[in-house]
């Protein structure tokens, strides 16, 4: 399934822990241009959203869940944060979220550790205790290794990956 995503939203948020800007954006399928879903990038760094919300968010609609758009999406999204200068990007789910796994797997994201989430955070009071942390590199560092090939190498990957199977 082929995906386009229409941004809807561009805009600077301020939450408990900092104020961050975002670009929210529907995902389209191309074969009938219905909304699937929605995807958003956070793109200003915020050290409580970078260890456990991340840069990225994303919810396909039932009756459209595993036919691989949430993967596209996030591959596109992937591509527009190494556009924005960003060096990585870092994607969450909950430590029991098989399906989002695999998805941030499938998109080319390597696994970097699980994490409890802080007490009286806005995942602790919505019921999430411990996350897993995905991430992106698209600029290495002297001495850094990168945790996934380099930006748009790593998207292309895991486009073509997830295309063919």
């Not at 870092?90 to 989430?117: F, H, P």
């Not at 991430?135 to 063919?164: I, L, P, V, W, Y």
């Amino acid at each position: 399934m082929s995906v386009s995503l229409r941004e809807i939203e561009d805009s600077v948020k301020e939450s408990d822990h900092g104020k961050f800007s975002r670009k929210v954006f529907e995902i389209i399928s191309d074969a009938n241009g219905e909304i699937v879903g929605g995807i958003t990038l956070r793109y200003v760094n915020n050290s409580y959203l970078t260890l456990y919300r991340g840069h990225t968010g994303f919810e396909v609609h039932e009756g459209h869940r595993r036919r691989g758009y949430a993967t596209e999406a996030l591959i596109k999204v992937m591509a527009i944060a190494r556009g924005l200068g960003m060096e990585r990007s870092v994607v969450t789910c909950r430590e029991d979220n098989i399906a989002s796994e695999k998805t941030i797997r499938k998109a080319g994201l390597s696994y970097e550790a699980t994490v409890d989430v802080p007490e009286n955070s806005y995942l602790w009071n919505n019921d999430i205790k411990r996350i897993k942390r995905f991430c992106m590199n698209f600029r290495r560092g002297k001495g850094e290794q990168a945790h996934a090939a380099d930006g748009e190498d790593a998207a292309a990957d895991a486009e073509r990956s997830a295309t063919n199977g």
